[in-house]
């Protein structure tokens, strides 16, 4: 009789468990919608400003660049394209690991403008590809804007005799910019998995940049490996050498901060 009388009971307490299933992950997260929310307008016009002025001097960098190519010096530009897109990946790696793994969204400036996304991304992935163009690259605009002004100032201050000379080292510099300057953005493809072009599957199916099925790994909580989201083509090698984990145990024996304790915290805020 007890059993019969506790069954009608317990059906609103198991749908209540569901419910509240769903809301530990994706965009109903109690962690996920505070943190959307703290996307604010001022950030929103920081992130147009750059990519105005990013796009703008990459066209001007650009046409500076095809004015300036010789044959003779293609395998040193080549060169210097594959090793830009090494240093891309491995730069990414380094800046993803570091949101990732330490700070706070509390942190004056940077916590709320760079900290934020990297944390909402770990517990609504599909966030990113709800993200529009300026959102998803605004950041990463910013942080080219001085090497793609210093290499605009070179174009303009330098005799063509020195630019021929340095032309593959500019090349190499211009491949690092161009790959950091859309690292999000092929960050964001890994996670789309309807309505791409063929042409970016096409990149992904060859290692180009970051594919899908590889960028799952990092996904697995508690999202401590598989950092470089440019290419991926450094993810491998450095989890072999332990490369990630002995940074922390560094950082973590000079300043005794936990890895990872905000990226946390957030995680397993559920209401």
Request: aromatic share 12%; proline share 6%.
């Amino acid at each position: 009789m007890a059993g019969a009388e506790d069954g009608p009971g317990q059906q609103p307490e198991l749908e209540d468990d569901e419910a509240a299933s769903c809301r530990r992950w994706g965009a109903q997260h109690a962690g996920a919608r505070e943190l959307a929310a703290l996307y604010s307008p001022g950030k929103r016009f920081q992130e147009w400003c750059c990519v105005v002025l990013c796009f703008s001097l990459i066209a001007h960098n650009v046409v500076h660049l095809l004015l300036l190519a010789r044959w003779e010096q293609t395998p040193l530009v080549m060169l210097g394209v594959v090793a830009g897109a090494l240093l891309a990946d491995f730069l990414s790696g380094l800046v993803h690991w570091g949101a990732d793994t330490w700070g706070s969204v509390e942190l004056p400036i940077v916590g709320k403008a760079f900290i934020r996304p990297f944390r909402e991304h770990h517990i609504d992935p599909t966030a990113i590809t709800r993200h529009d163009f300026i959102e998803t690259n605004g950041d990463n605009c910013l942080l080219t804007l001085l090497p793609l002004l210093n290499m605009a100032y070179k174009f303009r201050t330098q005799s063509p005799e020195a630019l021929e000379q340095l032309y593959p080292w500019e090349c190499f510099v211009f491949c690092l910019i161009i790959f950091s300057t859309f690292t999000n953005q092929i960050h964001k493809w890994s996670h789309t998995y309807f309505g791409l072009p063929r042409w970016v599957i096409f990149l992904q199916d060859w290692h180009v940049i970051l594919p899908r099925k590889h960028h799952r790994i990092h996904h697995v909580s508690p999202h401590e490996t598989y950092f470089c989201i440019t290419t991926g083509w450094l993810n491998y090698p450095l989890e072999k050498m332990g490369f990630w984990r002995r940074l922390e145990d560094i950082i973590q024996a000079l300043t005794g901060e936990k890895p990872r304790a905000d990226d946390m915290k957030w995680a397993q805020k559920i209401k």
